[in-house]
């Protein structure tokens, strides 16, 4: 069997090398036999049965199917003891090598071809045929530089960096939906591509995953946030722009310091520097269509170290958005304007840097129409209608949005609010919590929604080519 599998890796090996030109087939290391830790697959659960002779009946019934796969309690202890010990472990964007490292282990033990490295720390991994239609499911890998406060038995054992956005739950979830959907790998009608992405959090590793090449023959892409303000066993999602295009800016405010008390003799750039932040305000308050959402928030303020002495320069910085291309653009030329001419105004000099290079611009992130129907379809069945919550337009952003550049795309929100275990903090804080009891229904979906694309799309194909037939 072992000889056998490690053939058929090998062939599937040189498929992919084929199908996809960016990929350097490289062939995983010998994979160990399931183990008895809850890794192995329970022959006596459910399966499923997904050819191109099913009967809408059976299609319905690949969410609910794969959502009794996924509460399995072995495959729940398994994808909760690799998020807690992701948790324990976090690592910053583009610095995820032992993350990585844990998700190649348990790709190699499930059998599971991949492509590493990608975008310096980021995994992709292949199940299927090898064969069109590609479809992608992205999970995020990067933690955040802060310390965690929540005292329980997995706490971050890395003094100032907490997984405090939920990144270690994708990784968890997606390495379940590899598990089950490599279960049902003879029934998939094409290829699934597991995207395990660096640097989310303001890194851009999406863009540098792009840019690898591998993702070119993707058909679509999902991904998923979980969200710590919906309840669990709901999803909120919607079609069109989500999420805010978001950049980030420096300005160094130069005048000439000197005595606090002899204030003639300087230039003060920390008065300069408070009346540009004033200024910055009046771009989305008064040359802004109200209807048209934009940001600018400064957020840092650094200048002066003395009560009595007026500092050389002042640093400042923040964030702005804008939802569509022209309005973000608009946003950055003015922040340049108004910084360097209100620096003038009060003699000091100003120079304004975005660090595109560190810290990209994101774009918009915006969810493909026929997708969502897909969604609904999926998400529907599984959890009921009513548990599909309409998400509204925020300006946060998600480096995701490079993908529904690119792709088509979809993103959605997994809720996990259980009120009978205390309040769920918002992402960033350092009191966040993730509800592992959400766990499941984020890899059914991830696994029905990669089947289901490919079924349809592969009937579609089908029935193309039989029409080129028909009219030969
Ligand atoms: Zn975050
Ligand atoms: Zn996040």
Same mark, same amino acid.
């Given at each position: 069997m072992e000889v056998l599998r490690l053939c058929?890796?090998?062939?599937?090996?040189? *498929?992919?090398?084929? *199908?996809?030109?960016?990929?350097?087939?490289?062939? $995983?290391?010998?994979?160990?036999? $399931?183990?008895?830790?809850?890794?192995?697959?329970?022959?006596?659960?459910?399966?499923?049965?997904?050819?191109?002779?099913?009967?809408?009946?059976?299609?319905?019934?690949?969410?609910?199917?794969?959502?009794?796969?996924?509460?399995?309690?072995?495959?729940?202890?398994?994808?909760?003891?690799?998020?807690?010990?992701?948790?324990?472990? +976090?690592?910053?964007?583009?610095?995820?090598?032992?993350?990585?490292?844990?998700?190649?282990?348990?790709?190699?033990?499930?059998?599971?071809?991949?492509?590493?490295?990608?975008?310096?720390?980021?995994?992709?991994?292949?199940?299927?045929?090898?064969?069109?239609?590609?479809?992608?499911?992205?999970?995020?890998?990067?933690?955040?530089?802060?310390?965690?406060?929540?005292?329980?038995?997995?706490?971050?054992?890395?003094?100032?960096?907490?997984?405090?956005?939920?990144?270690?739950a994708h990784v968890a979830m997606l390495l379940g939906a590899a598990k089950i959907l490599q279960e049902q790998h003879d029934d998939l009608q094409g290829t699934v591509l597991l995207v395990f992405q660096p640097a989310e959090?303001?890194?851009?590793?999406?863009?540098?995953?792009?840019?690898?090449?591998?993702?070119?023959?993707?058909?679509?892409?999902?991904?998923?946030?979980?969200?710590?303000?919906?309840?669990?066993?709901?999803?909120?999602?919607?079609?069109? $722009?989500?999420?805010?295009?978001?950049?980030?800016?420096?300005?160094?405010?130069?005048?000439?310091?000197?005595?606090?008390?002899? +204030?003639?003799?300087?230039?003060? $750039?920390?008065?300069?520097?408070?009346?540009?932040?004033?200024?910055?305000?009046?771009? *989305?308050?008064?040359?802004?269509?109200?209807?048209?959402?934009?940001? *600018?928030?400064v957020a840092k303020f650094k200048g002066g170290s003395a009560f009595n002495v007026i500092p050389d320069f002042v640093t400042i910085g923040g964030t702005f958005r804008a939802f569509s291309k022209e309005s973000f653009t608009q946003l950055k030329q003015r922040i340049v304007e108004v910084i360097k001419r209100q620096a003038a105004v009060q003699r000091c000099n100003a120079t304004v840097d975005f660090d595109t290079k560190n810290r990209p611009f994101y774009p918009v992130t915006v969810n493909n129409k026929a997708l969502h129907e897909q969604f609904r379809n999926v998400a529907g069945q599984m959890l009921g209608i009513d548990k599909i919550l309409e998400k509204k337009p925020t300006m946060g952003s998600e480096d995701f949005s490079f993908f529904t550049e690119a792709i088509p795309g979809y993103f959605y929100l997994l809720g996990m609010v259980d009120e009978t275990k205390g309040r769920f903090e918002s992402g960033h804080s350092p009191f966040y919590r993730v509800n592992e009891d959400a766990l499941p229904y984020g890899v059914a979906l991830h696994a029905s929604l990669a089947t289901t694309y490919l079924l349809e799309h592969q009937l579609k194909s089908t029935t193309r080519d039989q029409n080129v037939h028909d009219e030969l």
């Open positions: 058929l890796m090998a062939i599937f090996g040189l *498929v992919m090398a084929l *199908v996809i030109p960016s990929i350097n087939a490289q062939v $995983p290391e010998p994979a160990p036999a $399931p183990t008895s830790d809850g890794v192995a697959i329970d022959q006596a659960t459910p399966t499923l049965s997904i050819s191109s002779f099913l009967n809408k009946e059976e299609f319905a019934n690949i969410s609910v199917n794969f959502l009794n796969l996924a509460k399995r309690p072995e495959l729940f202890d398994w994808i909760v003891r690799i998020r807690r010990t992701i948790h324990e472990n +976090p690592e910053l964007g583009f610095e995820e090598f032992e993350t990585s490292k844990l998700i190649r282990n348990e790709l190699d033990k499930i059998g599971i071809f991949y492509k590493y490295p990608v975008a310096v720390t980021g995994v992709v991994g292949f199940i299927g045929t090898g064969k069109p239609p590609f479809v992608a499911l992205r999970a995020d890998m990067d933690a955040l530089a802060m310390q965690e406060e929540v005292d329980w038995k997995h706490k971050s054992k890395i003094p100032g960096k907490m997984h405090a956005c939920g990144h270690d959090e303001g890194g851009g590793g999406a863009k540098k995953m792009l840019e690898s090449g591998i993702l070119d023959n993707v058909d679509a892409i999902f991904g998923l946030h979980v969200s710590p303000r919906s309840p669990i066993g709901t999803v909120a999602a919607s079609s069109g $722009p989500i999420m805010a295009g978001s950049g980030f800016f420096e300005a160094v405010i130069k005048g000439k310091g000197g005595h606090a008390a002899i +204030p003639q003799h300087t230039i003060d $750039p920390i008065l300069a520097a408070s009346n540009i932040i004033v200024s910055l305000q009046h771009l *989305v308050s008064r040359e802004t269509d109200p209807l048209d959402s934009q940001v *600018v928030t």
